[in-house]
């Protein structure tokens, strides 16, 4: 079985100051982990992944997040807060035992505020 | 690149009929789609999955025959909400991958049953 916990329901953080999305893991297999960005009425978008390979990934946008498997952890950050970085945040875990037909499995979610 | 698309983007009913909410993989083959529901300020939930020509799959909990779902293509896959009630208003997301690890999502669909 797989989750995730987002532990922070709500960030707020000023602009131009860093960001730290909080995310910590359980898996049975070695997980695929995701970030996603939804906007308000948009669609989700992918922020970056990690799939085994480097442990710090870098993503669109300035984010970028590190494996920590000692830690469970997959935090998302990024060092200076825009506006338009004010969204909704999805840390993701995906069973990579599957190939090709990989259930999702969604934190609950973190909505970040920027303050002008 | 990479683009799903969903149909309708928003959907008022009236309690007791049927709605089909249409997902299409653009400009690839989606050999899997997912469908997720998401309550307001909520995490999605995943549904069911679909392979193309074969049976949905469906996540404990959530009722097929409710929730029908058909992949007749490899770029095409629907989901029927029959019978609907107040309770199935949501918003419903689709998702589609080709042959990667990355599922691509659709902009959702609004569901609104009075």
Redesign the interface.
């Known amino acids: 079985a797989q989750s995730v916990t987002q532990l922070d329901s709500h960030v707020s953080v000023s602009e131009g100051t860093p960001v730290l999305l909080r995310c910590n893991y359980s898996s049975s297999y070695s997980p695929s982990l995701f970030w996603y960005v939804q906007h308000p009425n948009k669609g989700l978008q992918l922020l970056l992944k990690y799939t085994s390979a480097a442990t710090l990934v870098k993503g669109i946008n300035g984010f970028e997040a590190e494996f920590k498997k000692s830690e469970t952890s997959f935090h998302l950050t990024k060092p200076s807060a825009h506006m338009s970085d004010a969204a909704e945040y999805f840390c993701v875990v995906s069973d990579q035992a599957n190939f090709g037909n990989e259930k999702l499995t969604f934190g609950t979610g973190t909505r970040l505020t920027i303050i002008p | 690149g990479a683009v799903?698309s969903q149909h309708p983007s928003w959907v008022i009913c009236k309690s007791g009929t049927s709605v089909k909410i249409e997902c299409r993989s653009l400009d690839f083959q989606a050999?899997?789609m997912?469908w997720y529901r998401q309550f307001p300020k909520?995490?999605?939930?995943?549904m069911a999955?679909s392979?193309e020509g074969s049976k949905a799959t469906y996540e404990q909990g959530v009722e097929k025959d409710k929730f029908l779902i058909n992949h007749a293509s490899l770029t095409l896959s629907t989901l029927t909400v029959t019978s609907a009630h107040p309770e199935d208003s949501s918003f419903y997301?689709c998702?589609a991958?080709g042959?990667s690890?990355?599922?691509y999502?659709?902009?959702?669909t609004r569901l609104t049953v009075t």
């Open positions: 799903v050999t899997t997912f909520q995490s999605l939930m995943l999955t392979n997301i998702s991958n042959y690890y990355e599922q999502f659709g902009p959702g």
